[in-house]
Every structure is written in C-alpha cells, then in structure tokens.
C-alpha cells in the first residue's frame, strides 16, 4: 500500500525556519523517479502547490510558486525515500497544512496520484 506520511510541521516565529519531511513507502520505485510536490491549505482557502520537483529522468527541474520563490528548497534523498521541503524567512501568510503528494507522470503538472494526510505549520509571534 503506497504511503506518504508528512512531518516536521509546528509553531515557528515569523522570520523563522521549518524542514518538512515526507517519507513515501510502498512505492515500487525509489523517489526521484516519481514527480513529487508539495501543496498546501490555508484556513478559508483551496489547495494550492507550493513546489514541485519533476522526475530525474525528465531532468529533474524543480518549480515553485512565486510567493515562496527565494525561500524554499525542495529535495530528495533516495536513500531515506523521502522529500524535504526547507522553509526560510517564513511569514504570517505561510500557515497552512501541508501536503506532499506524488505523481507517476514527468512532472505535477499531469495532477497527483498519491497524497499523504498533511502537517500543520503556524507562523505566528
């Protein structure tokens, strides 16, 4: 049974910093041969991707919304099977629920296949 499980999300400061953690099992494939994003919730809104990291064979280009362009960092680390999403300068505007989710096509623009259940992050003073 294919598993995403999201961690690494709390309370942070504006101007802080948050890793989330995704680790993917049951997956027949190591991770970066999967397009992998993560999205997000915030309270009153819809879904929206906050990065994305294509497959490797497809070149592996990563993408990012341009409200968290300069601050983020997407990556993956086959041999943990997980992707991390590293948040910087982090602001009131980035609380939400995270999400990671996979996809068997090149890159998330094809829609996602997979999600896991989400991680909370509150940025807040």
């Known amino acids: 049974q294919f598993q995403l499980v999201e961690s690494g999300g709390g309370m942070v400061q504006p101007g802080g910093s948050l890793t989330l953690s995704c680790v993917a099992s049951?997956?027949?494939?190591?991770?970066?041969?999967?397009?992998i994003g993560w999205f997000r919730q915030a309270p009153g809104k819809g879904r929206e991707e906050v990065s994305c990291?294509?497959?490797?064979?497809?070149?592996?280009?990563?993408n990012y919304a341009d409200p968290v362009k300069g601050r983020f960092t997407i990556s993956r680390d086959n041999a943990k099977n997980t992707v991390y999403l590293l948040m910087n300068n982090l602001k009131r505007e980035d609380t939400a629920v995270y999400y990671c989710?996979?996809?068997?096509?090149?890159?998330?623009?094809?829609?996602?296949?997979?999600w896991g259940k989400g991680t909370l992050v509150t940025v807040s003073s």
């Open positions: 990291i294509n497959m490797k064979k497809s070149g592996g280009a990563t």
């Open positions: 049951g997956f027949p494939l190591d991770v970066d041969e999967y397009a």
């Open positions: 989710a996979v996809s068997e096509a090149v890159s998330c623009v094809y829609g996602m296949d997979y």
